[in-house]
């Protein structure tokens, strides 16, 4: 995230875009290195449906 304000005043939908990307990155990585044992409650649908997908999961 280093420089991100400098670049969303320059270019706001970029840096949205960057920001974005890491924010998601973030996340899987988290997400791929949990044990086993690990859960995730999402009460957002939208955002439980994404980690389905992200994950590899039906259901």
């Given at each position: 995230m280093r420089g991100y304000r400098t670049l969303?005043?320059?270019?706001p939908?970029?840096?949205r875009a960057q920001?974005?990307?890491i924010i998601k990155n973030?996340?899987?990585?988290?997400?791929?290195?949990?044990?086993q044992g690990c859960f995730v409650y999402c009460t957002d649908e939208a955002t439980r449906?994404?980690?389905?997908r992200?994950?590899?999961?039906?259901?």
């Open positions: 969303a005043r320059a270019h939908l970029a840096a920001a974005d990307l973030t996340y899987r990585t988290l997400m791929t290195r949990g044990m449906a994404y980690l389905r992200g994950l590899g999961q039906a259901g």
